[in-house]
């Protein structure tokens, strides 16, 4: 089973930025969050990965409060091409368990 | 190049009919997973090798066997196909369990 809860769907305007959270209240110590994208027809690819506090690359924003039972994927001025749908997986770098994808969340961004 | 390569992209066969698809990767990775997406868009693990070995058999029908010549290929034999097998196969490979996924393309497969 997957170990995390997201919102089916989301809707957004060009240029806005976009907030996913992703629900983890299980979250093992030893536990990475990651967020992949999956556009229609292609394999799921890496975003953004993170431990705690606050990630940032050049596609997206990660922020996982203290407690680490939620994160957020943040991403600023979303365009049409960023029309995906967002996957959140909690799972350790290195164990025996490979990472388990939930329902992910279908992000449409319109004109 | 391609870092994760499966063969066929596409694949429509009748109800009864054994078919393969392949997967082979060029990142040196040390494992390697076939997951199942279905019309619904669920991404289930069905298959997970490390080096050559087969580490994670989820819940799935005998009549898929997956074997692994060398670390760099993956590839999935399924008998009898059925209805419900109708799905798109995804592989991928990862450094090691549980580390950043590469995912192939994709092979949609139809049963008709």
């Known amino acids: 089973l997957a170990k995390t809860t997201q919102p089916i769907s989301m809707d957004s305007y060009e240029g806005q930025e976009v907030n996913i959270t992703c629900s983890h209240n299980n979250i093992a110590t030893n536990d990475y969050i990651t967020w992949y994208q999956q556009f229609p027809s292609q394999g799921p690819r890496f975003i953004i990965q993170g431990y705690k506090t606050k990630v940032t690359n050049e596609v997206a924003s990660l922020f996982i409060p203290a407690d680490r039972k939620s994160s957020t994927l943040s991403l600023p001025r979303v365009s049409l091409s960023d029309t995906a749908v967002y996957y959140c997986?909690?799972?350790?770098?290195?164990?025996?368990?490979?990472?388990?994808f939930g329902k992910g969340t279908r992000l449409s961004v319109i004109a | 190049d391609t870092a994760v390569s499966q063969t066929p992209k596409y694949l429509v066969t009748q109800m009864g009919n054994d078919k393969s698809i392949k997967c082979e990767q060029n990142?040196?990775?040390?494992?390697m997973y076939w997951y199942k997406q279905d019309s619904k868009k669920f991404l289930k693990i069905m298959f997970s090798?490390?080096?050559?070995?087969?580490?994670i058999n989820e819940t799935v029908p005998n009549r898929f066997s997956p074997k692994s010549p060398d670390k760099a290929h993956l590839n999935l034999h399924i008998n009898s196909l059925e209805l419900g097998d109708s799905a798109v196969y995804f592989c991928?490979?990862?450094?090691?369990?549980?580390?950043?996924?590469?995912f192939g393309e994709g092979s949609r497969l139809t049963v008709l």
């Open positions: 991928a490979s990862s450094q090691v369990v549980g580390g950043e996924l590469f």
């Open positions: 090798y490390n080096n050559k070995e087969l580490i």
């Open positions: 997986l909690v799972g350790t770098l290195s164990g025996n368990t490979p990472l388990v």
């Open positions: 990142l040196g990775h040390d494992t």
